[in-house]
Structures are given as structure tokens and as C-alpha cells.
């Protein structure tokens, strides 16, 4: 039986379920050609998570788990509906603190913060505390840096929340090493749902955060592209 277009889209925007059909064909079509107009960038890489969409001001993305074999990247996932900024992408290098948007280019993924003791995962992680802080402050000494405890910084982001926003939580390691003020901090990839948009972080449903926590592993450098199809397919500089 054929499954309308619509239909799939209604699945898609209203229980947040990964993209399948040939939707998913042209999508993850788009996720190798990324990858290959970026490759020189990727060599000591073999996991990543491919972030992207049509328009910069676009909160709406998409996400393709891809992975390095012998015969070349291949889609680990099918593309899986994600949200990032509430005002899209910034473009390469403008990303600043407050604006709303999610940035361009490759980063690592680094600590993994959960609220639970046992998680399905080979990522190390820190099982969170209420005493977890991420430091928004651009005049702390601590700026887009992980504290547990007291800090004299005059805002912050709680790690464990009401909500299960950071239930897993996961840090782009963008304006880590080293770390410029005011260049934005606090970039996640956690959980979110129904296309909700963020202040800047990647977020997906939590179905396929399991899947993709239980799938990536530190040996193979797992990292994120993100930004618009047409800055990606370019390539990065």
C-alpha cells in the first residue's frame, strides 16, 4: 500500500518519528553529499551526526547518523526530525551569546551529562546533580564551562532540570578550546519534541537519543556537522 506524502508528514511533525520513503531517500542523499564536499575534514573521523536544513532561520532540521565503513559513510539511521535555535543557524563564525541560533560547522562531541545512574551507552558520562551548572556568563573566568557546586558567576544553566529536557545531554563542543567570550556557550545536544525549538542546541526525541547513544562509541571520534544545506554542500573552510 502506498503512504501518502501527508500523511507521512502529519507522523512525522506530530509524534516526531524518523522520516521514511522517499522523503528519507533525498534526505540522506543530502547527508552523504555533505559529507563528501567536507571530507578532508573528516579523515580521523568514523561517527557522525549530520545536522541540517533548507533555510537559515529555520528552527526545523534534519538528523542522519553516518557512519565511516570500508566502502565509504553510510546512513546508520533513517533521518530523524531534530530542532536547533529558535532562529535557525548562525552563519560560520557569527554565533554570538543570547542570539538564539545554533552554530555552523564540525564539532566533537564531548560530555555527556544523564539523570539516570545505568544508561545503554559506551560514551563515559556524568550522572547529573542538582549542584550541575553550565556557566552562561560571558565575564566568568568559568564562561561555557561545566561547575558542580558554588560559582560566583552571575547567570548559569542548571543541568538537571524539572523537565527531561537533559534528561541526556551531550555537549557540542563548540567555543571549547579554546573558549572566546561572548562567541555563545551551552551548546547541547539533548532531548526536545514536536519541532519545539531551542536556544541553540540540537534536539531530538528521546526514542532516537537511545538509539544513538547506544550506537556511538569514543574510539570512533564521534562528531556533529550542523548548518544550512547550502553552506554545507559548499563545504566549510
Not at 134 to 151: A, F, L, M, V
Not at 157 to 182: F, G, Q
Request: hydrophobic residues 35%; glycine residues 8%.
Amino acid at each position: 500500500m502506498k503512504v501518502s506524502p501527508i500523511l507521512v508528514l502529519i507522523f512525522t511533525l506530530v509524534f516526531n518519528c524518523p522520516i521514511y520513503g522517499q522523503e528519507a531517500d533525498n534526505k540522506i542523499e543530502i547527508a552523504s553529499k555533505i559529507i563528501k564536499s567536507n571530507e578532508s575534514m573528516l579523515d580521523s573521523l568514523e561517527q557522525l551526526l549530520v545536522v541540517f536544513n533548507a533555510a537559515p532561520e529555520n528552527y526545523q532540521a534534519t538528523l542522519v547518523a553516518m557512519e565511516k565503513t570500508k566502502n565509504g559513510w553510510i546512513a546508520k539511521s533513517n533521518p530523524i526530525p531534530a530542532s536547533i535555535g529558535r532562529n535557525g543557524f548562525a552563519n560560520p563564525g557569527e554565533k554570538r551569546e543570547g542570539d538564539g541560533k545554533s552554530p555552523t560547522g564540525l564539532f566533537g562531541l564531548g560530555q555527556l551529562f544523564c539523570y539516570e545512574q545505568n544508561v545503554k551507552t559506551s560514551i563515559p558520562f556524568i550522572q547529573t546533580t542538582d549542584a550541575d551548572k553550565w556557566i552562561d556568563d560571558p565575564g566568568s573566568k568559568d564562561y561555557n564551562k561545566h561547575i558542580r557546586g558554588e560559582t560566583d558567576a552571575k547567570s548559569y544553566e542548571n543541568l538537571k532540570l524539572r523537565s527531561n529536557a537533559y534528561k541526556y545531554c551531550m555537549v557540542i563542543e563548540y567555543n571549547t578550546h579554546p573558549v572566546v567570550k561572548n562567541m555563545g556557550s551551552a551548546i547541547f545536544f539533548h532531548l526536545g519534541s514536536e519541532y519545539e525549538p531551542t536556544s541553540g542546541c540540537v534536539a531530538i526525541d528521546e526514542k532516537n537519543m537511545k538509539f544513538i547513544l547506544t550506537w556511538l562509541h569514543p574510539k570512533y571520534k564521534p562528531a556533529i556537522i550542523m548548518g544550512t544545506e547550502t553552506i554545507l554542500l559548499n563545504g566549510l573552510k
